[in-house]
């Protein structure tokens, strides 16, 4: 929307909250423009953000907050995390979930740093991306958002920068180690790529439960021999299956506890068929916590989807997450910070007991906030071309100064 004049009230109060992070007003002035762009920009790069605005500075100014102002982006993220502890609705709880997946962020330019050739199993494509695990904490009320995120190099470009090559149970762990050194409560999930013995049993000595995806050819201990587990599953007879509604449909499980090879301490695995008669499952799933009951189990996994599917989406549809041209790892590391807080903002402000001031209804989905926020900065901008129309100013003038 160009023409922006005044910040969104959801900004002003970022703006507020976040001022100690930086030195001058200049600085607060780029964080604002910058997170403005990110919810309402059509094009989310810096010099599309930059165009929003009637009256700023170069975008090179703009290019340089993000590449070269020393300003600590760490800081920034344990600022967000210390606002999001404010609100119940958001607050870290026992009950509360870390889930941690991978996401591929496509780019357009080979020249940005530590970019790579990666494979896209959505799009069945090799592609130019850079590979994230980010954890994500799920809230008892629905409520979720980023916590911290690392980012996988390649063995060459690792080599090439003289750092260690950390692969991606490594850079798993180093997530899990950063939210038991916060003291951040609750369980982990993931899916059957991050289900190795190494971080199942890094995650149990902790004294930490999980909830993983298992793939069928893990080997577990079964009257005295080895044996898949997809093999195991497949010899379950019909009548030892219960039902189950998950989501709302009928399902079918089995649950046993079991020794699993490699992994240093007895697991439950949960088996669930979509109807009662067939023979592979539709899932397998493995928990440390022997004791739970299924529904328990089930409700920890299926905040996976809530904690990554649903930011990865948002974060690329409306916060523009893959949408950086930055060549530097610096600017792309402050932009993926930037969008969370983005998220976190629009996250806070989703499903309030009363609309917000500013929206005028109730919010829902991120997608929905965007176009909020976008209103409410159309709202002003209207504002200001009445008020100055009414102090004289011609529709030329006016015209011009917005679509500078």
Same mark, same amino acid.
């Given at each position: 929307?160009?023409?922006?004049?005044?910040?969104?009230?959801?900004?002003?109060?970022?703006?507020?909250?976040?001022?100690?992070?930086?030195?001058?007003?200049?600085?607060?002035?780029?964080?604002?423009?910058?997170?403005?762009?990110?919810?309402?920009?059509?094009?989310?790069?810096?010099?599309?953000?930059?165009?929003?605005?009637?009256?700023?500075?170069?975008?090179?100014?703009?290019?340089?907050?993000?590449?070269?102002?020393?300003?600590?982006?760490?800081?920034?993220?344990?600022?967000?995390?210390?606002?999001?502890?404010?609100?119940?609705?958001?607050?870290?709880?026992?009950?509360?979930?870390?889930?941690?997946?991978?996401?591929?962020?496509?780019?357009?330019?080979?020249?940005?740093?530590?970019?790579?050739?990666?494979?896209?199993?959505?799009?069945?494509?090799?592609?130019?991306?850079?590979?994230?695990?980010?954890?994500?904490?799920?809230?008892?009320?629905?409520?979720?958002?980023?916590?911290?995120?690392?980012?996988?190099?390649?063995?060459?470009?690792?080599?090439?920068?003289?750092?260690?090559?950390?692969?991606?149970?490594?850079?798993?762990?180093?997530?899990?180690?950063?939210?038991?050194?916060?003291?951040?409560?609750?369980?982990?999930?993931?899916?059957?790529?991050?289900?190795?013995?190494?971080?199942?049993?890094?995650?149990?000595?902790?004294?930490?439960?999980?909830?993983?995806?298992?793939?069928?050819? &893990?080997? /577990?201990? $079964?009257?005295?021999?080895? @044996?898949?587990?997809? !093999?195991?599953? #497949?010899?379950?007879? *019909?009548?030892?299956?219960?039902?189950?509604?998950?989501?709302?449909?009928?399902?079918?499980?089995?649950?046993?506890?079991?020794?699993? &090879?490699? /992994?240093? $301490?007895?697991?439950?695995? @949960?088996?669930?068929? !979509?109807?009662? #008669?067939?023979?592979? *499952?539709?899932?397998?799933?493995?928990?440390?916590?022997?004791?739970?009951?299924?529904?328990?189990?089930?409700?920890?996994?299926?905040? &996976?989807?809530?904690?990554?599917?649903?930011?990865?989406?948002?974060?690329?549809?409306?916060?523009?997450?893959?949408?950086?041209?930055?060549?530097?790892?610096?600017?792309?590391?402050?932009?993926?910070?930037?969008?969370?807080?983005?998220?976190?903002?629009?996250?806070?402000?989703?499903?309030?007991?009363?609309?917000?001031?500013?929206?005028?209804?109730?919010?829902?989905?991120?997608?929905?906030?965007?176009?909020?926020?976008?209103?409410?900065?159309?709202?002003?901008?209207?504002?200001?071309?009445?008020?100055?129309?009414?102090?004289?100013?011609?529709?030329?003038?006016?015209?011009?100064?917005?679509?500078?």
């Amino acid at each position: 929307m160009p023409g922006v004049i005044e910040f969104p009230e959801v900004v002003k109060k970022a703006m507020e909250d976040y001022k100690q992070i930086f030195a001058n007003e200049p600085e607060r002035r780029h964080f604002a423009e910058y997170l403005t762009g990110l919810i309402i920009a059509e094009r989310k790069t810096v010099l599309g953000i930059n165009q929003e605005f009637a009256v700023t500075t170069d975008q090179s100014c703009l290019n340089r907050f993000l590449t070269e102002v020393d300003w600590d982006v760490q800081r920034l993220n344990a600022r967000r995390l210390e606002l999001m502890q404010k609100d119940p609705r958001s607050r870290y709880s026992a009950q509360g979930v870390v889930a941690i997946d991978d996401v591929l962020i496509d780019h357009s330019g080979k020249l940005i740093e530590d970019v790579g050739w990666y494979w896209d199993h959505a799009e069945k494509r090799y592609t130019i991306a850079h590979d994230y695990l980010i954890a994500n904490y799920v809230c008892t009320s629905g409520k979720h958002y980023p916590l911290e995120f690392r980012l996988f190099r390649a063995r060459e470009r690792a080599e090439a920068l003289g750092e260690p090559f950390r692969n991606h149970t490594a850079l798993c762990i180093e997530l899990v180690d950063w939210v038991l050194e916060r003291q951040i409560a609750g369980d982990f999930t993931f899916d059957n790529y991050f289900s190795s013995a190494e971080i199942l049993n890094h995650i149990h000595g902790k004294g930490r439960g999980y909830v993983g995806d298992l793939k069928s050819n &893990r080997k /577990v201990k $079964h009257q005295g021999q080895e @044996v898949s587990i997809g !093999e195991f599953a #497949k010899g379950v007879a *019909p009548e030892a299956k219960k039902a189950v509604r998950i989501g709302g449909e009928l399902q079918w499980y089995f649950t046993k506890s079991f020794w699993i &090879r490699g /992994v240093d $301490h007895r697991v439950r695995i @949960v088996l669930l068929w !979509e109807h009662r #008669k067939d023979r592979e *499952p539709a899932k397998i799933l493995i928990t440390n916590r022997v004791y739970w009951e299924v529904s328990r189990i089930l409700r920890v996994y299926r905040r &996976r989807w809530t904690g990554t599917e649903t930011f990865h989406r948002d974060g690329k549809q409306s916060l523009g997450m893959g949408d950086c041209q930055l060549r530097s790892r610096r600017g792309q590391t402050l932009h993926m910070y930037l969008v969370f807080v983005a998220y976190s903002l629009l996250m806070f402000e989703l499903k309030q007991v009363h609309a917000c001031e500013w929206a005028l209804v109730k919010l829902t989905t991120i997608g929905e906030a965007c176009r909020a926020v976008l209103r409410d900065t159309l709202r002003k901008t209207i504002r200001w071309a009445l008020s100055r129309s009414q102090e004289g100013w011609s529709q030329e003038k006016i015209v011009q100064l917005l679509a500078a």
